[in-house]
C-alpha cells in the first residue's frame, strides 16, 4: 500500500510539472510541458548565448507582448530553466540567465531545427535574430570541413556583437568584441549574414545593396562561409 500511495503522490499533476498536460513518463512529453508554450522555447533560443534584459527580450522577439513574456519567464524559472540576476552598478539592471540545465537543451534545439528545416515549408528568408544566426552556424557547420583549419571570426549583426572561434571541428561562439576576429562580418541584420551563408549570395552583391562589411581576409571569409549548408529537403 505504500508504494501504491508514493506512487500516486508522484503522478498527481498538482505535485509536479510532469504529467500537466500529458500524463505520460515519455521525457519528451515532459520537455514539452516544460517549453512546448507558445515563446518559451524561443526564450530559451535567446538566452543560449548569456543572460538578457527584459527589454533586450522585448526586442529580439517582436511578435511576443510583455504580458506573455512575463508569464513565460515565470514559468521557466519555476521549472528550473532559467533564474533572474540582479546587475550593480553602473547599470543596475536585472537580467534572466539560463540555469546550468537549461544550457543542456541547446542539442535539442539544434536537432530540432536541422529536423525542420528539411521541411518543404521552412522558409528561410523570414526574419531571424542576431543569436538565432549565431546558433544556426553551430547547427549547420560541416564538422569534417571544419577540422581542415583553424579561424576567428567576429560579428556585429544588428547592434549585438559575437566572436566565433572555430577550431578542430568545433565552433564556440560568445559574445564579445569582433575586433579580436581575423575576419568581421558587420551587418544591420541576421537576415544578410544568412544570405551569405545559406543562400551562396556573392559578398559583393550584399555590401553594394544590404549593408553588408566584410573586414579581413577575405579568402578566410569565403572560405570560413564555405562550410555552412542547409539540410536538402525531404518529402
Known sequence: MKLQKETSISLDPS????????????????????VGERWSLLIVRELMLGGRRFSDLRRVLPGI???VLTERLDGLEKAGVLVKRQLGSPAPAQVYELTEWGYLAEPAIQELGRWAARSPLHDPQLPLSPVSLMLSMRTMLDRDAAKTF?????FEVAGETFVAELTNGE??????????????????????IAGL??????MKDL????????EGDRALAQRFLDLFELPPKSG
Open 150 to 154: 583553424d579561424a576567428v571570426i567576429g
Open 15 to 34: 505535485q509536479s510539472l510532469h504529467g500537466k498536460w500529458y500524463g505520460d513518463a515519455c521525457g519528451t512529453a515532459f520537455a514539452l510541458e516544460l
Open 65 to 67: 507582448s510583455a504580458k
Open 197 to 202: 551563408l545559406y543562400a551562396d549570395l556573392p
Open 171 to 192: 565552433l564556440p561562439i560568445r559574445r564579445g568584441d569582433p575586433a579580436a576576429g581575423q575576419v568581421i562580418f558587420r551587418a544591420p541584420a541576421a537576415p544578410v
Open 207 to 214: 555590401e553594394a545593396n544590404a549593408g553588408l562589411l566584410v
